[in-house]
């Protein structure tokens, strides 16, 4: 069993300078990196107002760029045979198809209330983040081309939380506005402000965050990814419809967001939200259902909170029974797990890892896992073995150790 830990940053760094040199025949002004992410605990509810603790992996992507004096914009990527090449001004809503509307966005977002780089720019990417994979591979090109952006053009916002905060809006509308995709803010946020060696506590309601350590080494643990390699094509669809769900709950509560019932207002709110009939466990009347997401949003919030409690007085055991927990909730009231990401769970939780559960919006993506370090072939085994027994294509299995934020990657020279 393999398990990929991402790559040494020095040696990457290189050889995307190099790639740069042998494209364009031209120094790059620098090497630039972002992280992917995982979600440790607190699964939509982003949406909701609420909390969650995502930390970065040390799976980055990175970045070569170099300013031009041409006008033009020209980006290639390893994960593409497609480069895209055109006028620094193409860089805008409706006209970046492909995945370079990824970079294009935060160009242009970043564009709307800064002097970016008018002569043009050239960039290379390269990346160890699985795509698409639920681990937020958009938000690392993203990112590192946020903070190669804002290092060339001298914006200084990479330098403060507050100048992070603004490069995390300008992803997130460039997401939203130029490669058309909806997001919260987590991924980015993750990609941007994480620290080393700790999760990210986020808080939506007010946007502010924590660092919570995270010593999975003192602990004698590993965070084991599962990537079932799977992705469902109505995942988009059953999104949309568990927001417009909550959406409408907190209308008929008169709440701004879910975040407000809180657990100690969760019977009183489940009560009025069916007049006054009890929520029958599996009903799937269309108020049952409700009942059911709104029950998985407010005590998810919880959850998390008690997960930082448990990490911050060292309990792991406890940490591993929320996550767990989160799990079933997921699976059971918010209806978005899958059969790969169950067998996953049960498998890793059988072989004795501590906790498991989803991350992400489901439907496939990936699973997590704590376990103990010795434990983590045998965890990963027996996930192999249950995913043979279904018929399952095999999964991929990844490390994820707390890494920091996205930065400037220095290349490795000849004497490293
Ligand atoms: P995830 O963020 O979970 O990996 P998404 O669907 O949000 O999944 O983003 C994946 C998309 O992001 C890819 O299909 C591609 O368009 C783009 N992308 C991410 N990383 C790269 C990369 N290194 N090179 C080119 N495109 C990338
Ligand atoms: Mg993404």
Redesign the pocket.
């Known amino acids: 069993m393999t398990l990929d830990a991402g790559w040494d940053e020095h040696e990457a760094a290189r050889r995307v300078a190099d790639a740069y040199r042998a494209r364009f025949g031209a120094e790059p002004d620098g090497v630039w990196s972002a992280p ?1 992410r995982v979600n440790l605990i607190g699964e939509h509810t982003d949406y909701n107002g609420g909390l969650c603790l995502p930390l970065a992996l040390r799976h980055r ?1 990175y970045v070569a760029l170099g300013a031009a004096a041409d006008g033009v914009v020209e980006l290639a ?4 045979p497609e480069p895209w090449r055109a006028p620094r001004g193409d860089a805008c809503p409706g006209a970046v198809a ?2 370079a509307a ?1 970079p294009a966005g935060v160009l242009w977002a970043l564009g709307e209330h800064h002097d970016v780089l008018p002569g043009g720019f050239r960039a290379v ?3 160890c ?13 993203q990112c590192s081309t946020a903070v190669a952006l804002d290092e060339v053009a001298a914006l200084g916002l990479g330098a403060s939380d507050g100048g992070r905060a603004e490069l995390v809006e300008a992803c997130v509308r460039g997401e939203n506005e130029v490669a058309g ?1 909806r997001t919260g803010g987590m ?1 980015q946020s993750a990609s941007l402000l994480a620290r080393e060696g700790h999760a990210l506590l986020l808080d939506m309601r007010d946007g502010s965050h924590r660092h919570v350590p995270f010593a999975l080494d003192e602990h004698g643990l590993t965070l084991l990814v599962i990537d079932t390699r799977v992705a469902h094509t109505h995942a988009g669809g059953e999104y949309a419809s568990r927001r417009a769900e909550c959406e409408a709950a907190a209308v008929q509560l008169g709440v701004a967001t879910l975040r407000e019932v809180g657990c100690d207002g969760l019977d009183a709110a489940l009560e009025r939200l069916a007049g006054g009939v009890a929520l029958a466990d599996g009903g799937s009347s269309a108020g049952d259902v409700v009942r059911r997401r709104v029950r998985h949003v407010v005590t998810e919030i919880a959850r998390v909170e008690a997960f930082v409690e448990a990490l911050e007085r060292g309990d792991l055991d406890a940490a591993g029974a929320l996550m767990v927990a989160s799990h079933a909730s997921l699976r059971d009231d918010y209806e978005v797990s899958c059969r790969e990401l169950d067998v996953a769970v049960s498998a890793a939780l059988d072989a004795g890892a501590l906790g498991a559960r989803m991350t ?1 919006g489901g439907f496939g ?1 990936c699973a997590i896992a704590l376990v103990r370090a010795d434990r983590v072939d045998a965890v990963a085994g027996a996930v192999e073995g249950a995913y043979a027994a279904e018929g399952f294509a095999p999964p991929r299995f990844l490390e994820a150790r707390p890494s920091g934020a996205a930065r400037r990657s220095e290349a490795a020279t000849a004497a490293d």
């Open positions: 992917g992507t990527s390893s994960a593409s492909g995945w990824y990417f390269d990346s983040v699985p795509l698409g994979s639920g681990l937020s591979s958009s938000a690392a090109i995709a991924d992400g993506g």
